[in-house]
């Protein structure tokens, strides 16, 4: 299992740290084709990564508060702001009735609120 575990850290952090780091990029409005821009950032956000790394006694908790917030986030608020919206926009014509906009959006939203609240209660009592 320990083996596992290194072997799916060491192939699965540099995919996402590249992410972060082109994310970061994007956001922020850098040219990684500048120079002076891509070595000062890749340290930096391995500086801030090594301080929380530093600072966190226990990752698992991080990782189980992270699982509950993003995983109920992925799978029920974003498909309700998406249907929503697209009701909402009318760009979707013939794909939802404004009845499944009505009822199925709420329902979404309110399912994914409580998943986030109670998962996110269950960690903290749990592992805290």
Do not use: H
């Not at 992410?19 to 970061?24: N, S, Y």
């Not at 908790?61 to 992925?74: E, H, K, P, Q």
């Amino acid at each position: 299992a320990r083996s596992g575990m290194l072997l799916a850290v060491i192939l699965g952090f540099p995919i996402a740290f590249m992410g972060l780091r082109d994310a970061t990029l994007q956001v922020f409005g850098l040219s990684s084709k500048r120079g002076g821009v891509w070595v000062p950032l890749t340290l930096g956000l391995l500086a801030v990564i090594s301080a929380v790394v530093c600072t966190v006694d226990e990752l698992g908790v991080l990782n189980s508060l992270l699982g509950a917030l993003l995983g109920s986030t992925i799978t029920m608020i974003m498909p309700g702001l998406l249907m929503y919206y697209a009701v909402r926009s009318k760009l979707c014509k013939g794909d939802f009735t404004k009845r499944e906009g009505e009822l199925v959006t709420p329902l979404l939203l309110g399912l994914g609120a409580l998943l986030v609240l109670f998962g996110t209660v269950l960690v903290v009592c749990v592992k805290i």
